[in-house]
């Protein structure tokens, strides 16, 4: 690539009940990740229709997830936050893609095969092509950073197979429009590190999910004190202490899951968290436990709905984000007109 900004682009699905697993996993990342990098983070709405939205609450959830962004730290200031159908360079650049990822490639998802199941003559077409859009939202902005989860990753390879077939297949038209070395960049996929898959409070070999019927689950960002202290108490754990390292942990899913909850919340190494704990008891450890999730989540539950509440200042905050987005996927979006051959009035 010639010389090209280092770009952060992630994007969360609204689909409602924002809970633990998607801060520690995703939004936390994105607040760390503003000091090193221009970032643009997305509310994936075109994305959340692929199976069947209820349009209210569609619309509420966008602005929940938006809300989430700004309460966790993501300054809409200085980065970049907008919802998804703001901004048509993706579905335009979803289609070109749509006609270079290859049906096999596509077929090889396995997030379509679990959650199409056995259903997939049913499925959506959207839902099968996603990784097309997932592919064409990264690169309108030719972004060379996305911060994902670990169920992410094969989407993100096919993105950066994506992004090599086109400079393969339009190499010569690349040429003349003016670009030597390719016109999209790979991009690098940033696989978020130690405590990112939250597991459900139930459960330890699952991972904490919105669609878990039961909410003692998972903790949801939008949980008062006391129900985040319900749902500790009532949490999953084995009867015995707590290890002293974190080999000690192996074999004990619900018990590794609580000590990286906390570790990832005070910003500690497991470790760390057992170095201090080691040798005690969850009747001590989940009080403690308590504390910290109430002194991390509360404030943060609490300003994501003054937020929510104040649609004025959301919606006007994703209008501009939306625009400064427009604002940099629209020449990157006349170029790949250009080199597909596409006629454009001048
Ligand atoms: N597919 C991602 C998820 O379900 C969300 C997403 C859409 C995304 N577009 C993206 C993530 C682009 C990173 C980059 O979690």
Redesign the pocket.
């Known amino acids: 690539m010639t010389e090209q900004t280092q770009r952060v682009?992630?994007?969360?699905?609204p689909t409602g009940n924002l809970h633990l697993g998607n801060y520690l996993g995703a939004i936390k990342r994105f607040v760390e990740m503003q000091d090193s990098y221009e970032c643009i983070y997305?509310v994936?709405d075109m994305?959340a229709i692929t199976v069947w939205q209820d349009p209210q609450e569609l619309s509420r959830n966008t602005r929940e997830v938006t809300a989430a962004y700004i309460a966790a730290g993501i300054k809409p200031d200085e980065h970049i936050i907008f919802n998804q159908s703001q901004v048509p360079q993706h579905a335009e650049l979803a289609w070109i893609f749509n006609c270079v990822a290859r049906m096999g490639w596509l077929n090889r998802m396995t997030q379509f095969k679990d959650k199409a199941g056995k259903n997939a003559e049913n499925s959506s077409v959207g839902l099968y092509a996603?990784p097309n859009?997932?592919a064409a939202?990264?690169l309108a902005y030719r972004a060379t950073h996305?911060p994902?989860?670990e169920d992410?990753k094969q989407?993100l390879e096919l993105a950066r197979d994506i992004a090599q077939k086109f400079n393969n297949d339009f190499s010569k038209s690349i040429k003349q429009a003016g670009f030597k070395d390719g016109f999209f960049p790979q991009p690098e996929p940033l696989i978020l590190g130690e405590a990112t898959r939250v597991m459900s409070l139930k459960d330890g070999s699952k991972k904490m999910s919105k669609s878990d019927p039961s909410d003692l689950s998972r903790l949801n960002l939008l949980d008062d004190a006391e129900t985040i202290a319900r749902k500790v108490k009532k949490a999953r754990t084995d009867p015995d202490a707590l290890p002293s390292e974190p080999k000690g942990l192996d074999g004990r899913p619900e018990a590794a899951n609580l000590v990286s909850i906390y570790a990832a919340l005070s910003d500690q190494t497991t470790a760390d968290v057992l170095n201090e704990y080691g040798g005690q008891q969850f009747s001590v450890f989940k009080p403690a436990l308590v504390d910290l999730a109430v002194e991390k989540l509360g404030p943060m539950g609490a300003e994501m709905k003054r937020l929510m509440d104040d649609k004025t200042y959301i919606d006007g905050v994703l209008a501009k984000g939306g625009e400064q987005a427009r604002a940099i996927a629209e020449p990157i979006m006349d170029n790949v007109k250009r080199i597909v051959g596409f006629i454009r009035a001048k």
């Open positions: 682009f992630s994007g969360v699905q997305c994936v994305h996603y859009l997932m939202d990264i996305v994902v989860g992410q989407h």
